[in-house]
């Protein structure tokens, strides 16, 4: 195998060194720069190009989100490893989404470091167990979001607006049946459909929604 080229992007220089210096230990390895900034990588890469950076997701004057989508623009070949001290899953699947080949702690240890950038360089991508929870969550939770902003384009008919305003009420089923003169089946039926039209799970829930939408008038 090659020696792969490897550039890392830190604003904390002991880090930056640290990893350098753990880097070029490895004999597969050839670390050709370090930079503290997106500007500097993207004037270093000027110079010279690596085939993987590792990135943390937190620098100054841009995030780590955006300089990994410039990046892959101005230079699609090039592989990133986001490293960072966060690791909930709305950044790893964020930087994921961007283009990101892996996305690892920076406790990591070293030898999962090197099998990384390995993998990376070799297959394309690491994926770890937390990144693949991440990822699966993730595309849930926008599936999700992407129903309930279907739901929410669909207009409340004038009965539905009448039981919203009810339920926001802390009324009943069985009393906005009566108040409403319909029947408790009609009231559920009604309700059901705003649970599906706001992707709520509850009539607390939806009240809530309902609420800070301004579905009401």
Known sequence: MSLIKIAVVDDHKLFRQGIMQILAKNDRFDPIFEADSYAQLVERMALQIPDIILMDIEMPG???????????????????????????????????????????????????????????????????????GAML????????????????????????????????????????????????????GHRKNLLEKTGMANSVSLAVYAFKNGMLE
């Open 62 to 132: 841009t995030d780590g989100f955006d300089a990994c989508k410039q990046l892959l623009e101005k230079f699609p070949n090039v592989k990133i490893i986001a490293l960072s001290m966060h690791n909930a899953d709305k950044f790893i699947f964020q930087m994921m989404k961007v283009g990101a080949r892996s996305y690892l702690p920076k406790d990591v240890d070293q030898d999962r470091l090197r099998e990384a950038i390995e993998e990376v360089y070799l297959k394309g991508f690491y994926f770890t167990d937390e990144i693949t």
């Open 137 to 188: 969550r993730g595309v849930k939770a926008n599936y999700r979001q992407k129903q309930i902003l279907e739901y929410n384009e669909m207009p409340l008919t004038k009965r539905e607006k009448e039981i919203l305003s009810l339920i926001c009420d802390g009324l009943t089923t069985c009393a906005i049946a009566e108040q409403l003169y319909i029947s408790i089946r009609t009231v559920e």
